[in-house]
């Protein structure tokens, strides 16, 4: 089950990057489960990882190889999260890791290794490494589409798109592709997400630029309040178009890019909200008036988090007093309640901290059976606004993670 259009899959080959996948069977036969990345040696790699202290094992090791060198590969399995396993779990990443350099002529620390599936299970190492070589004979410019497809688990959804744009008369394309819909609520990015361009942009700008993304994309999205062990997002410019790098903030392409860069991400995050495991409709949460970003973080999170507006949205029950409720125990440094109204869509229905006087039960139950809804927000303490993007809880919901290791 998922709300509304299906996510953009008419994915552009990025020139520099070559992609294979093969099964290895870890949880399933009916899908991939092995993807490799083949990245240009021009190639600047930025990322960004989940803030979760349990982070899993590939996790650590993509950290420390980062830091080392220079990545020329990305190795990716579903179906195991290789995530609260300790020293078991590490070697686990580093033998696929020294697997693959082995085939490919690389150095081990060149290699970034990425895992999503469940946690607290041995990674199966030789299943692993013995579709290894099928990946690499696989690899090719074209494969988005069989990646995206690749690293779901949970997801009924492949998500992906493309942009361009145009700089100092050189074409930029942009190519994306996340999974995710249960274990959501990103404390950096998404539960997996990869993102590449052919531009040369230096790496510190890079990583400036995916930051800033995040921020506006999926560090504002939640599913279940769960932030995975195993969260990675990776923006890669393999420089391949024959123009200027971007080297500073300061240069005039920079906002441009960035511009296109976060709506490539709103766009995937938006796809993983819109396929939350049992979703049945997409709620934005939107603040106005906070007198911090802090407190509108702080109001919208918790309305959008809390299991009675999430059940209340499920059964288009235009129940506001959840809504309020949450409000009230978000502690906000500042808040009036008297000055607080909120609405569903452009219908008021609660002004100056109570009912508002011409709200009808009849009004509220019109939106609420629409399959996408915002819920606004006005606090009337400040100047401070944000928005964040989140799902019903359904039925599915429950009976998706009850069985999940069944």
Request: aromatic share 6%.
């Amino acid at each position: 089950m998922a709300v509304g259009k299906s996510a953009e899959l008419n994915l552009s080959a990025i020139p520099g990057i070559r992609i294979g996948t093969a099964s290895a069977g870890i949880r399933q036969n009916v899908r991939d489960d092995i993807v490799l990345f083949e990245l240009a040696d021009t190639t600047r790699v930025a990322a960004v990882f989940t803030k979760n202290k349990f982070c899993a094992a590939p996790v650590t090791l993509a950290r420390q190889h980062l830091a080392d060198a220079r990545p020329n590969y990305l190795l990716i399995n579903s179906g195991n999260a290789n995530a609260g396993l300790g020293t078991q779990g590490l070697l686990a990443a580093q033998q696929c890791c020294e697997a693959l350099a082995e085939r490919v002529n690389s150095k081990t620390a060149n290699i970034l290794p990425f895992s999503t599936g469940v946690i607290g299970e041995p990674l199966p190492v030789n299943k692993v490494i013995s579709a290894l070589q099928a990946a690499v004979d696989d690899l090719d410019t074209e494969h988005w589409p069989k990646a995206a497809t690749g690293i779901m688990t949970t997801d009924t959804r492949v998500k992906g798109c493309s942009r361009s744009l145009e700089l100092d008369g050189a074409t930029i394309t942009l190519t994306g592709i996340a999974k995710g819909s249960g274990m959501i609520r990103p404390d950096m990015a998404t539960m997996l997400s990869y993102v590449a361009t052919d531009m040369p942009i230096s790496q510190p700008v890079l990583q400036s630029m995916l930051n800033k993304a995040v921020n506006v994309s999926f560090n504002r999205i939640t599913v279940d309040g769960d932030t995975s062990t195993n969260d990675a997002l990776i923006l890669m410019a393999t420089g391949v178009v024959d123009t200027p790098e971007i080297e500073s903030e300061g240069d005039s392409r920079y906002a441009e890019f960035l511009n296109v860069l976060s709506e490539l991400c709103q766009f995937l995050a938006e796809a993983i909200v819109r396929d939350g495991e049992g979703a049945t409709k997409l709620i934005k949460v939107e603040i106005n008036g906070a007198a911090s970003a802090e407190d509108a973080e702080k109001v919208a999170y918790t309305v959008a988090h809390s299991p009675l507006v999430k059940t209340a949205f499920f059964a288009s029950d235009p129940n506001w007093g959840r809504i309020l409720a949450a409000i009230g125990r978000a502690k906000a440094q500042q808040l009036n309640v008297d000055q607080v109204s909120i609405y569903l869509a452009d219908v008021c229905i609660v002004k100056a901290g109570m009912r508002a006087a011409d709200y009808t039960e009849a009004q509220g139950q019109h939106v609420m059976q629409q399959d996408e809804i915002t819920v606004r927000i006005e606090l009337a303490q400040g100047v401070f606004s944000t928005t964040v993007l989140t799902c019903d809880l359904s039925y599915d919901y429950v009976k998706i993670n009850a069985e999940y290791r069944s």
